[in-house]
């Protein structure tokens, strides 16, 4: 089954990333898309990604040579071991393109949908062979961050999560299973709790959006690359985490809908570094010096993570 092609559905910012590390570890893929300019520029997207992550000439042209493109869905996924589906987050769209992909792929292929925090359960719930449906939440940039979270929904069998687990462990991933399909999975309520009270500083006047970053950047985010959460409050111990937990939890942001301030940034249409405003102003120079800064960091701490 593993000489089986794997298709991406999506040649935009997630399908190229994820057919990028999949052709780089070997298989065969196959990438659609129905917007003909992103598919026709999708291999050399590819080959600037590898460029960048400091991949040779001819290490890109052997990947490259494991990708090709389908103009049809049907063509993509017709011999498919696996199904990948990286399409805009509309529940709609999704919900027919698997429908799609379950009229033209092999009965056994796996089925997974790309989503950030989209209900797994919903996406998957009209098709007719569920229990090879489950989510792969790849995190942006998908060939750089090691983390993919594999949720499954109720239907989910034990086989589609642990071949799908081997699949992206053996491509160079870290798979994490999540058990329960709730909002968000994981990662994104982890970082959205983190973004919600630092929004709620800013909007509470207590400092400035640059300070909030600051203090992240310069304090506990230099070591959640290598100290978990629940390992730091193992490593201080439970007991100080409880005493903490007594004082400050009560005044953390609590409120369930978005904050009024994030809400009138975007009335205001500052959208941030593609508007040249957000809680903080940008210069194309700046954003585009912060995303290569980015991509440096992930390189270098890949490095510093293997020693």
Known sequence: MEKRPIAVIGAGLMGHGIALTLAKAGHRVLVTDPVADALAAVTGRIAESLSLMGEDAGRIDEILSNVETCESLQAAVSDSFAVFEAAPEKMDLKQQIFAEIEAHAPGDSLLASNTSVMPITAIMQKLGKRGRSLGTHWWNPPHMIPLVEVIRTEWTSDETVDTMMSLLGEAGKTPVCVAKDVPGFIGNRLQHALWREAISL?????????????????CFGRRLSVLGPLENADLVGTDLTLDIHNTVLADLESRPGPSPYLEKLVADGKLGMKSGEGFRKWTPEEADKVRKRVTTHLKRLETILEE
């Open 202 to 218: 800013v909007e509470r006047g207590i400092c400035d959006a640059e300070s909030v970053d600051t203090v992240i950047k310069s």
